[in-house]
């Protein structure tokens, strides 16, 4: 595949797994139906994104961006796991949603025609913001 694929070709699909759903209380068809919003309103941006790209790299970009603000949202959620233990409340919901970005990203990962881009897009934005190994 060349560097310019045709946007046909750039198709992300993602959508929340049936465990993270499974691992919801009963009483939390709130939460799932939130979960199930989220990831499609998430997959409408990014592939309005993807599509107005003129690259895979530019795509891959986007995806990097999506990538980033996943990991933030999941390191949140993973924050709240402690707080809301201490309090005697049930982080149930904050795993949820942590577990849920968590997959998301590696949905992400399962685009053949995206993943190596990311991986170089995660590595230059390593070196443009200065992080040098071994120094």
Same mark, same amino acid.
Request: no cysteine; aromatic share 8%.
């Given at each position: 595949?060349?560097?310019?694929?045709?946007?046909?070709?750039? /198709?992300? &699909? @993602?959508?929340?797994?049936?465990?993270?759903?499974? +691992?919801?209380? =009963?009483?939390?068809?709130? !939460?799932?139906?939130?979960?199930?919003?989220?990831?499609?309103?998430? /997959?409408? &941006? @990014?592939?309005?994104?993807?599509?107005?790209?003129? +690259?895979?790299? =530019?795509?891959?970009?986007? !995806?990097?961006?999506?990538?980033?603000?996943?990991?933030?949202?999941? /390191?949140?959620?993973?924050?709240?796991?402690?707080?809301?233990?201490?309090?005697?409340q049930?982080?149930?919901?904050?795993?949820?949603?942590?577990?849920?970005?968590?997959?998301?990203?590696?949905?992400?990962?399962?685009?053949?025609?995206?993943?190596?881009?990311?991986d170089?897009?995660?590595?230059?934005?390593?070196?443009?913001?200065g992080?040098?190994?071994?120094?």
């Amino acid at each position: 595949m060349t560097d310019n694929a045709p946007e046909t070709d750039r /198709e992300v &699909s @993602l959508g929340v797994p049936q465990g993270v759903l499974e +691992s919801l209380p =009963e009483d939390g068809q709130n !939460a799932a139906a939130d979960m199930k919003e989220a990831v499609a309103g998430l /997959e409408r &941006s @990014l592939q309005g994104a993807i599509d107005s790209a003129d +690259s895979d790299s =530019e795509a891959a970009g986007y !995806a990097v961006d999506a990538i980033e603000h996943l990991e933030d949202r999941m /390191e949140t959620y993973d924050g709240f796991v402690p707080e809301l233990r201490a309090w005697g409340q049930s982080p149930i919901y904050a795993i949820a949603w942590r577990n849920l970005y968590a997959e998301v990203i590696a949905q992400l990962y399962e685009h053949e025609w995206l993943a190596d881009h990311i991986d170089r897009e995660r590595n230059y934005r390593m070196v443009e913001d200065g992080i040098r190994f071994g120094d």
